[in-house]
């Protein structure tokens, strides 16, 4: 596996582990809905601790999926959608494959039917 494709199958897997929790998915459904938003913000609309969400937003940034940026003494995070883009972009693939496979399944059983008759 060449170096390019072993970065992307880890942030593909990156952002599979980051969304697999319910909270950090209400998170960036949150801050896709606000555009960009605090911790304490956020805190103020999930029945956890700003800790936590603290917490969440740093396994979403490290995934790629948001981002922080200092204004003044607030970090506001942003959602980057260039992650979730390349992770759809697998999962589209791996759907494609597994339909001409299905396909092709279907094709053979079709040619076969006849001959069972």
Known sequence: ??????????????VLVALADPTRRQLLDLLAAQGEATATTLAGRLPVTRQAVVKHLAV?????LVSGSRVGREVRYAVRPAALDATAQWMAALAADWDRRLANIKRIAEAAEPDSR
């Open 60 to 64: 979403l940034d490290a995934a790629g």
């Open 1 to 14: 596996m060449t170096e390019e494709r072993r970065g992307a199958v880890e942030a593909v897997d990156g």
